[in-house]
C-alpha cells in the first residue's frame, strides 16, 4: 500500500460506540472520519482532555480497534462534542482492520483516494489536504534563536499544529534553518519551549517574511494550552 494513502482521511459519517478504560459500557458516537493516524469523532458526552487515552472503539460488530488516542482539538456543536483524536499507540493489525473496514463499507472512498494519487503524479492541483493535523489560527508572540546564526529574534505566530507553526518575522530564515523557539502563551504559565525546522519561507512585504517551521516531535500538551488560550 502506498504510503502516502495512510495519510488521508477517509470520509465515511458513521455510527459507531467506544468505551474508555474502566468503563463498563460502550457509549454511542459517530465517526466522520478516520485514517491510520487518526479520526474525528462526535458524541453526546464528553471525553477527558490533556491525557492518553485508552479507547476501544467499535466500527462495527466483527471490526473492534483497541487503541490509546490524545485529543487534539475540541470543538462544541449543538448538542454534539466534537473530537479531533490522534493515535498515540495503534498497531498494524487495527490498520489493517481500518483498511479492511473502508474498503469493504466505503469502496468508494478507496478508489477516491486512488484518483487522487493519480492525479497529483500528473500534476494536478487541487488536492485534500494532508495534514495530520488540524491548524489553528492564533496569533501569539514567539521569540527564537536561529541556530545557525547564533541570532535571537522575535515574531508572530499565524497559525500552529501539534506538529506546526506558521510564523511571521521581520527577517529572512532559509529553509533548513533549526531553531529553538519560547511560544508566549496568554494564560499566566511559562513560554512554552520547543524545536524545530524551517521547511519554507517566503517575502509577504518588503519587511516581513513568513515561515513554515516543523517541530522536531509533535507536542500535543502544548497545542492544548495553545486551544485554552485562543
Not at 2 to 8: F, Q, V
Not at 12 to 20: D, S, T, Y
Not at 29 to 36: E, G, L, Q, T, Y
Request: include cysteine; glycine fraction near 4%.
Amino acid at each position: 500500500m502506498h504510503i502516502r494513502r495512510s495519510l488521508n482521511r477517509w470520509q465515511i459519517n458513521r455510527p459507531a460506540r467506544i468505551k474508555l478504560e474502566g468503563a463498563e459500557v460502550f457509549k454511542e458516537c459517530s465517526i466522520a472520519d478516520i485514517n491510520f493516524k487518526g479520526l474525528q469523532i462526535h458524541l453526546k458526552s464528553t471525553l477527558p482532555q490533556d491525557t492518553f487515552l485508552k479507547l476501544k472503539i467499535a466500527l462495527s460488530e466483527d471490526c473492534l480497534l483497541d487503541v490509546e488516542v490524545w485529543v487534539v482539538w475540541y470543538k462544541k456543536k449543538m448538542e454534539n462534542n466534537i473530537y479531533g483524536l490522534y493515535f498515540t499507540k495503534i498497531t498494524d493489525m487495527d490498520k489493517e482492520k481500518i483498511y479492511r473496514f473502508v474498503y469493504q463499507n466505503f469502496p468508494q472512498e478507496v478508489s477516491k483516494i486512488w484518483r487522487q494519487d493519480f492525479a497529483e503524479e500528473k500534476g494536478g492541483e487541487k488536492m485534500e489536504d494532508r495534514r495530520i493535523f488540524a491548524r489553528f489560527k492564533a496569533k501569539f508572540p514567539l521569540r527564537f534563536i536561529d541556530l545557525k546564526a547564533n541570532k535571537e529574534v522575535r515574531g508572530l505566530t499565524q497559525d500552529i499544529c501539534a506538529k506546526g507553526i506558521c510564523l511571521q518575522t521581520e527577517v529572512e530564515l532559509p529553509a533548513h534553518t533549526p531553531l529553538e523557539m519560547w511560544l508566549e502563551i496568554p494564560d499566566k504559565g511559562e513560554p512554552l519551549y520547543t524545536r524545530g525546522e524551517v521547511v519554507w519561507s517566503k517575502k509577504v512585504e518588503p519587511d516581513k517574511c513568513c515561515c513554515g517551521v516543523c517541530l522536531d516531535k509533535a507536542d500535543l500538551m502544548g497545542l492544548s494550552r495553545v486551544m485554552k488560550a485562543i
